[in-house]
């Protein structure tokens, strides 16, 4: 295999989204669990929104010609009812919030804004605007309308508007299958016992559960040894999977056989190494129809890869319009150096639109706990070297999926 060159963070990105397929099953979902779930084909609107014009408050429906004037109540109007038009002259309606307004009266007053309110009469103020708290048929959404377009990520907000179009069921996207391995003779799962020598499976855990926050369904598929046929024949016997993602392995030393054992089931590579710090052991590729993800080894990078790196790829491959990581500017809140001549990935924590460098960005990419320190990351190109204090930067927050409209990576 010709040695592939080391590329930038942002190319190695763009690069495994190019190659990332688009998904082809489709299937029919229920409203109930609909949930972080990708639409497979616009949904038009069935029904206006507001599907008649209604009052966003209490208070009195009137004809706006006759403001500061002072009306009779003629009838009361509550949520539920269908009411005819009935008003005379100087009358006005006692309506409630939600109620339908009939059509001879166009302007709605807060009770609250009126004088010389009693039972039978109300003084209707003078300086009022016309179609105030009138909710108008259609305003928000208008029958025949697109929705949601095909590739939309559902939310709870989703859901509330398909809920209130009367739409239980939709075709949406089948989820991804996905394997995630561990690699390495040292490795043990937390129900086993571990000596001195040996380590827990951190890496496995916490990739399946960041994919499980976005939506995803990822099956732990077990632990590779430091065997080369052994990993090869367990690879193989994971093709079934669109996505294989790996922890581990991938670097140069002795007991690293991941990429051979890829390399002798069919696969592809479109780069091995990434000039970033932390994450330059990374590898993707295709293998026959399964998209390769294999992330360094060390648990904090295995992460912030697979949420930089991979995320994007899976919601692309998902099916979602928008898969590239949403941004937010924020002021630097201290002086930080880093090394330039890579690319450098920068833990911290974002309050009140200040974002505060962990622990001075010195730990190391084998630990965990700066990742439970931090709510966000900031990526710097291979030119910086220092972020001074009070500038400016982009951030991505964690809690946020890769769903927004912003082109590209962070760079």
Same mark, same amino acid.
């Given at each position: 295999?010709?040695?592939?060159?080391? *590329?930038?963070?942002?190319?190695?990105?763009? *690069?495994?989204?190019?190659?990332?397929?688009?998904?082809?099953?489709?299937?029919?979902?229920?409203?109930?669990?609909?949930?972080?779930?990708?639409?497979?084909?616009?949904?038009?609107?069935?029904?206006?929104?507001?599907?008649?014009?209604?009052?966003?408050?209490?208070?009195?429906?009137?004809?706006?010609?006759?403001?500061?004037? @002072?009306?009779?109540?003629?009838?009361?109007?509550?949520?539920?009812?269908?009411?005819?038009?009935?008003?005379? #002259?100087?009358?006005? /309606?006692?309506?409630?919030?939600?109620?339908?307004?009939?059509?001879?009266?166009?302007?709605?007053?807060?009770?609250?804004?009126?004088?010389?309110?009693?039972?039978?009469?109300?003084?209707?103020?003078?300086?009022?605007?016309?179609?105030?708290?009138?909710?108008?048929?259609?305003?928000?959404?208008?029958?025949?309308?697109?929705?949601?377009?095909?590739?939309? +990520?559902?939310?709870?907000?989703?859901?509330?508007?398909?809920?209130?179009?009367?739409?239980? %069921?939709?075709? %949406?996207?089948?989820?991804?299958?996905? #394997?995630?391995?561990?690699?390495?003779?040292?490795?043990?799962?937390?129900?086993?016992?571990?000596?001195?020598?040996?380590? /827990?499976?951190?890496? %496995? +855990?916490?990739?399946?559960?960041?994919?499980?926050? /976005?939506?995803?369904?990822?099956?732990?598929?077990?632990? *590779?040894?430091?065997?080369?046929?052994?990993?090869?024949?367990?690879?193989?016997?994971?093709?079934?999977?669109?996505?294989?993602?790996?922890?581990?392995?991938?670097?140069?030393?002795?007991?690293?056989?991941?990429?051979?054992?890829?390399?002798?089931?069919?696969?592809?590579?479109? +780069?091995?190494?990434?000039?970033?710090?932390?994450?330059?052991?990374?590898?993707?590729?295709?293998?026959?129809?399964?998209?390769?993800?294999?992330?360094?080894?060390?648990?904090?990078?295995?992460?912030?890869?697979?949420?930089?790196?991979?995320?994007?790829?899976?919601?692309?491959?998902?099916?979602?319009?928008?898969?590239?990581?949403?941004?937010?500017?924020?002021?630097?809140?201290?002086?930080?150096?880093?090394?330039?001549?890579?690319?450098?990935?920068?833990?911290?924590?974002?309050?009140?639109?200040?974002?505060?460098?962990?622990?001075?960005?010195?730990?190391?990419?084998?630990?965990?706990?700066?990742?439970?320190?931090?709510?966000?990351?900031?990526?710097?190109?291979? @030119?910086?070297?220092?972020?001074?204090?009070?500038?400016?930067?982009?951030?991505?927050? +964690?809690?946020?999926?890769?769903?927004?409209?912003?082109?590209? /990576?962070?760079?």
């Amino acid at each position: 295999m010709t040695k592939l060159d080391i *590329l930038t963070f942002d190319k190695a990105g763009k *690069l495994a989204q190019q190659h990332a397929p688009l998904p082809q099953n489709t299937e029919t979902v229920l409203l109930t669990e609909l949930l972080q779930r990708v639409l497979a084909e616009n949904i038009t609107v069935q029904k206006n929104l507001p599907s008649f014009n209604n009052s966003a408050m209490d208070g009195f429906a009137f004809r706006y010609a006759e403001r500061g004037q @002072t009306l009779r109540i003629r009838a009361a109007i509550f949520a539920g009812d269908k009411p005819l038009p009935r008003l005379e #002259a100087g009358e006005c /309606y006692k309506i409630m919030t939600g109620a339908q307004v009939p059509s001879d009266a166009d302007t709605i007053v807060p009770i609250e804004n009126c004088s010389g309110v009693t039972d039978t009469h109300v003084q209707i103020p003078e300086d009022i605007k016309q179609g105030n708290a009138f909710r108008q048929k259609g305003e928000e959404q208008k029958e025949g309308h697109i929705l949601f377009e095909k590739g939309t +990520f559902i939310t709870p907000a989703h859901i509330a508007l398909l809920a209130a179009q009367g739409i239980m %069921a939709v075709k %949406a996207y089948k989820k991804l299958q996905i #394997a995630v391995l561990s690699t390495g003779n040292e490795i043990k799962e937390p129900w086993e016992n571990a000596d001195k020598d040996e380590i /827990y499976n951190a890496n %496995a +855990f916490a990739i399946t559960s960041l994919l499980e926050q /976005y939506g995803f369904a990822p099956t732990y598929a077990g632990s *590779l040894p430091d065997h080369l046929e052994q990993t090869v024949s367990l690879i193989k016997s994971l093709k079934r999977y669109d996505v294989i993602i790996t922890t581990g392995g991938i670097s140069m030393g002795d007991a690293d056989f991941l990429e051979e054992g890829f390399l002798r089931n069919g696969l592809t590579p479109l +780069f091995h190494g990434v000039n970033v710090k932390p994450g330059r052991p990374t590898m993707m590729g295709t293998m026959d129809s399964s998209f390769v993800m294999a992330m360094p080894g060390n648990p904090l990078t295995a992460m912030i890869n697979t949420f930089m790196l991979s995320l994007p790829v899976l919601f692309k491959m998902q099916g979602s319009r928008h898969f590239s990581h949403p941004y937010i500017y924020a002021r630097n809140s201290k002086s930080f150096k880093m090394k330039p001549g890579k690319s450098n990935i920068v833990l911290g924590s974002v309050e009140d639109g200040v974002f505060h460098v962990t622990r001075d960005n010195r730990y190391g990419s084998g630990m965990l706990t700066p990742i439970t320190e931090s709510n966000a990351l900031a990526v710097f190109n291979d @030119t910086v070297g220092m972020v001074e204090k009070g500038e400016m930067i982009k951030v991505v927050l +964690f809690e946020r999926a890769p769903l927004g409209s912003s082109s590209g /990576y962070i760079n």
